[in-house]
Each structure stands twice: as C-alpha cells, then as structure tokens.
C-alpha cells in the first residue's frame, strides 16, 4: 500500500468496494494545493538567520559582560588573607588535579574526534603511537585506577547514606515534636512580682571586641530586661584594643548607669584566651558569687525584655537543669543571597538538631550566646577553657559529662545579626568546623572514662563528633568535589543518579522546611553547600591535626543593621511616651556627637575590594572541565550539575555572593 493512504472498508460483503484514495497525488484535491512561491521562502530564510544572528549576539553580549567583569574583578581585587594557607598541601592538590584534567580532556577530545575506542584489539587496527599510548591508558585505567576509584566512591557513598540517615531520623523527630506539641514545662510556681526579693540573682554578660557598629544595641536592649533591679548585674567585657571604641562604650555603659541600672564596664589589660578568656576573667570577680544565673549575649544580640521571664522560671524546681538554650533570630536574613541560605542552615540547625536534642536526649551545643546557664553548672564543669576556639561546645559537653541537663526553647527568639560578606562568613564557618575537631582530640579521653550511660557515650563520639562534625564535611568535599570530576575521565567508575541528583535534592528539600519562604532557593543552596565543603574540609583537617590556622579567631564582621531602625523607633516611642518613667532605647546625644567627632578624626580609610579566593576558582575550572568532558559522553543529568556546580564555584571564588565592597 503506497504512503500517505487510506482505506475505507463497508459492511455487508456482499455490496462494498475498496478505494484507495493516495493523498500524495496533488490532482484529485486541486484547491488544498498551495504554491509556495520563492518570495515566502526567502522570508522564512531570512526571519531564521534573524533570530540566530540574534541569539549568537546575545550570547557574544553575555561572554563579553562576563570576561569584563572577571577580568575587571582579576584587576582590583586582591588575594584574600588566607593566601599563605591555601598554598598548602589541599591547594596544590587541587592546582596538580586541574593540570591533570586539562591534559586529559585535550587527549579525550582528540579522542573523541578521531574514534579511537577500547574495541580496537587487532594491533593493524591501531595507528601511530599517541594513539597507542591512549589504548594502553584505556587499558591501564581499566584494570588499575577504576577499581580503586569504585571503592573509595562507595566508600563516600555509604558516609554519605549514613548521614542523611541520620538527617532523616532528626527531622522524623521534629515531625513528632510538632505532632505531640512536645515544649519544656515550667514546673515551679511563677515568681511574686510583689516580692522582688523572690526573683534569683541574675549576671548579664555582653563581650565585645572592636564592634563599634552594634555595641550600643545590645547594651540598650540588656539593660530594657524586665527584672528586679536589685537582682540583675550587667557586665560589658569589652576586649577593644581600639581606643576609639572602647570610648564610645564607656559613655554607653555611663550614661545607662545614671538611670540607676547596675552595669560595670571591664577591659582587659592582658587579652588572652579570646573569649573563653574574657568569660573566664569576668567570672572571677568577687561579686559574681552573689548570683545564681547568667545570661551571655554577644553584641550583636538584642533580647526582649521579657527574655529572662521567659527563661528563668524554667531553672525552678528543676536542679539537674543546667543549661538554656534560646534560638536566634535575624534581623539581615533578606539582605542577599548568602544570608538567605545562611538562614535556611541555621533554621534547620535549631528547629530540628537543637529542638530534637534538647527533647530526647537533653544535650545539644551550646551556641555561644543568647543562652542562661546555671554558675554552680558552670563552676562544677571546670569553668571556661582557653583550649580551643569552641569554647561554648568545651563547655557545654564538660557539663553533659558531668550529668547536667539541657533545655531548647525555640520559642524564644533573640535578634541578631547574619554576617553579610563571603569573607567573614568564610572565616566564620571555617572557626565552626575547626574547633570541634580539637576539642574531639582532647575530649575523648574523659569521655571514655565518663559515668554517663554507654548510650550517651556513643551519641557523643559517633553522632556529635564523628558523623556530624567530620564525615559530613570529608564526605561532602572528597565526593562531590573529587571523585565526581574524576570519574568523568575514569567512566568506569561513574557514580549513579541517585548519588548526585535524587538524593541531595531529597536532603535538601528537607533542610528547607523549617524555612518554607525559601523554597525557590533551593537549587542555590544545594549547591553552595558543595562550594562551602572546601572551606569546611580544609578547617576540619587543621583541627584534626592540629594546624596553624585551627587556632585563629577572627571576630565575626557586623553592620549594625538593625541600629538606624531602633533609632527610629525609640524617637516614635519617646514622642509617644515622653512623661512616662520607662527606660527606653536611648538616643545618647553625646554617644552621637563622640561619633561624628571621632569619624572627623579618623584618617582616609584605604578602599576595600573584593578578595579572590584561589582554591574554589581551581576547583571551579577542575568541574568546568570534568562538565565539558561529560558532554563528550553525553551525560546529560552528569554534565548539568557539573556545570552549575563549577559556575557556583567561580561565582564564590571571585568573591560575587553577599556584600560586595567594591
């Protein structure tokens, strides 16, 4: 039957005929032909080759906006401060890696082009020597590198399954929280605001160092706690060594103590051990025998004044309670890109890990800040250290070792501030990940020969320390940063869907719950957290062996975001309420005046410029190549992420997320 026919079949055997009618044949349907004349034709040409012209140019319009502006950024910016660090051993690596790759994609491609495959076993078939050399490569990387390969990717596989196991089960456990409306009760009776006097003795410390831009918030919103003034001691440790600065507070702290609020002003002549050393000093004066409680606040965290009403009554009958823990909230999280994905972390990291392990197993880290602890807890577990740069963590697992118990309350939120520059957010998490491990070397010992239950023990070393302080960042990095290029150019070794698409996307969806406003982030957030393992491998490596830059504190940068706005509101408040005895948020005149003098005095600043960062730039261009040689294999899910994973390098690398300085 020719093309293009149709047969039409009639009942009744007896009385049908069968036409064959072919619609190919232009004379039996005259009028449906149509005349295609050669102006039309060259109308569509045209309007064709319009619209590639324009598609080619846009393109060209991009790659050049592009180049000018990584080689404008090239030109200005200047290597970040970590240069001498990132010239170790982990950036070498990745520099002979790239080397490495850009040979073997100029190989693959000539490869590629000239047919040269594995299934030519006659040696008439194979011509010249490069060629032979690249067979005996196939055959090499057959027998020798693709066995080793496959085992370490499984062995990263296996990590990676165990940790998202481990994920799972927390956000299991938050569902049920939510489900069963699980919240720490107030077991006491509620205090008698007649009777001052029934209110515990209560230490508010704020530490600072040379935060010029949030000091006075933190110390304005500390002194608005509503509590018996009898019974509350601030304390503003301020470890400045700028003179300017430590000016600016002592007129804070002053002009708050000529309202009658009890608070002290200390600085350091000897500013050792950080923090841990600041606290340490604080704790040692002779009047903070006379308190129960204390309350820490960094400075850029501004409580509400209920906040030790919320908190405290938690302590009453209630012995073994030797720590509570607030959660944070942040007042820049819509600033830009990188404090968005900061938020989805931290949302996870209380609304799941620190609410989950507050409820079943009444441990969790100590965050440093916005948290009430019990002094006789403090003194029982040895106090503040100076060992490591986590000192909150030091503290927090010396107490659970000692049989103390932990309260979250996510209910309670504390307003802060997210950094809002690669740079600081960088040395931030690189802090963060460095300091668990030294604690780990120097905590497993007494966490061996601890009387806590064998259990606790466990949950401590695997869970705590091992899984989710070590695995996840060696896992991260060596799985999706090594072996995923590599296994590109070793396509026997090649790692499944399921590793590099469906399960990440799956975790990532479930760290994005807690924050459900940011669920159009989260392809970008899935793919910064690559890019951040460099930074979080290479810190848990220093402090797992004890490096240089494991013992760096770097105090994190603030903008005081949140300071014109409560400046705002106070003028609205005190207009509104300027013949009532409240203390409010002050507008301090001369703290004003000190400013403007003391920004008069200051000389030229030199400008900042944005900073390159040399190991996620290797690394972008090892996955860019690793992308365009999966193209050569026509990887289609393998080639996609391979290439946004590199671009989100490139863009991390040449410092173009968060706060760009200039």
Aim: with cysteine.
């Amino acid at each position: 039957m020719a093309p293009n026919s149709v047969v039409v079949t009639m009942e009744k055997p007896n009385h049908f005929s069968i036409v064959e009618i072919n619609a190919s044949d232009p004379s039996l349907f005259p009028e449906k032909r149509k005349a295609v004349s050669p102006k039309q034709f060259s109308w569509v040409l045209l309007l064709k080759a319009y619209k590639a012209l324009t598609c080619v140019s846009w393109l060209a319009l991009a790659f050049k906006a592009t180049f000018i502006s990584i080689k404008k950024r090239f030109a200005l910016s200047k290597m970040s401060k970590e240069e001498p660090r990132s010239r170790g051993k982990l950036y070498r690596f990745i520099k002979a890696f790239l080397v490495i790759s850009i040979v073997a994609l100029i190989i693959e491609v000539i490869a590629h082009f000239k047919i040269w495959s594995s299934n030519l076993k006659n040696p008439w078939e194979i011509q010249g020597l490069v060629q032979w050399c690249y067979m005996a490569w196939l055959s090499f990387r057959a027998h020798y590198i693709a066995p080793l390969v496959i085992t370490v990717s499984k062995f990263c596989t296996v990590l990676f399954l165990i940790q998202s196991l481990d994920r799972l089960v927390l956000c299991l456990g938050c569902f049920w929280i939510k489900y069963k409306k699980l919240k720490p009760e107030i077991n006491g009776e509620a205090y008698d605001i007649e009777d001052p006097s029934s209110f515990p003795m209560v230490l508010v410390q704020i530490p600072m160092c040379n935060e010029k831009e949030v000091y006075s918030q933190s110390i304005s919103a500390a002194c608005q706690l509503d509590w018996p003034r009898d019974r509350l001691l601030i304390q503003v440790l301020d470890d400045s060594d700028d003179g300017n600065v430590q000016l600016l507070i002592k007129d804070e702290v002053s002009s708050w103590r000529q309202k009658g609020i009890n608070i002290f002003y200390r600085h350091r002549l000897i500013r050792t051990g950080y923090k841990a050393g600041n606290l340490k000093s604080a704790m040692g004066c002779d009047y903070v025998r006379e308190y129960e409680f204390v309350a820490i606040f960094d400075a850029d965290f501004q409580p509400n004044p209920d906040f030790l009403k919320q908190t405290i009554p938690h302590f009453k009958g209630n012995p073994e309670l030797g720590l509570l823990q607030a959660r944070w909230s942040f007042v820049n999280k819509d600033e830009n890109l990188l404090t968005r994905l900061q938020n989805i972390n931290l949302c996870f990291h209380f609304e799941v890990e620190q609410q989950v392990n507050g409820v079943f197993l009444n441990f969790f880290g100590f965050n440093g800040t916005a948290g009430v602890w019990r002094i006789k807890a403090l003194e029982d577990s040895g106090g503040w250290l100076e060992r490591t740069t986590v000192e909150d963590m030091d503290i927090a697992v010396r107490a659970h070792l000692n049989g103390w118990k932990f309260i979250f309350l996510n209910d309670v939120k504390v307003l802060c501030e997210l950094p809002e520059s690669y740079e600081a957010y960088k040395k931030q998490q690189h802090r963060w990940h460095s300091g668990p491990m030294q604690l780990f070397r120097l905590c497993l010992p007494a966490i061996i020969t601890s009387k806590i239950p064998m259990w606790k023990k466990s949950n401590l070393i695997f869970l705590f320390f091992l899984l989710r302080k070590l695995i996840l960042p060696f896992y991260s990095f060596t799985l999706f940063c090594i072996i995923l290029p590599l296994t590109m150019f070793i396509p026997e070794a090649e790692l499944p869907l399921w590793v590099i698409c469906y399960i990440p996307i799956f975790m990532s969806f479930l760290n994005i719950l807690p924050a459900p406003k940011s669920f159009p982030f989260l392809v970008p957030y899935l793919l910064f957290e690559n890019t951040m393992s460099v930074t979080k491998f290479n810190a848990m490596v220093s402090g797992l062996f004890q490096l240089g830059s494991a013992y760096e504190w770097v105090v994190t940068k603030k903008t005081g975001r949140s300071s014109e706005s409560d400046l705002l509101a106070f003028s609205e408040r005190e207009s509104k309420s300027s013949n009532e005895e409240k203390i409010l948020r002050r507008h301090s005149e001369s703290g004003l005046n000190l400013i403007s003098k003391l920004q008069e005095q200051e000389a030229p600043r030199v400008k900042k410029r944005n900073r390159l960062y040399r190991k996620e730039l290797a690394l972008a261009f090892l996955l860019l190549i690793a992308a365009a040689r999966s193209l050569l294999s026509a990887h289609g899910v393998h080639f996609y992420y391979l290439l946004f994973q590199g671009l989100s390098f490139l863009v991390v690398g040449l410092d173009l997320i968060g706060e760009q300085v200039s």
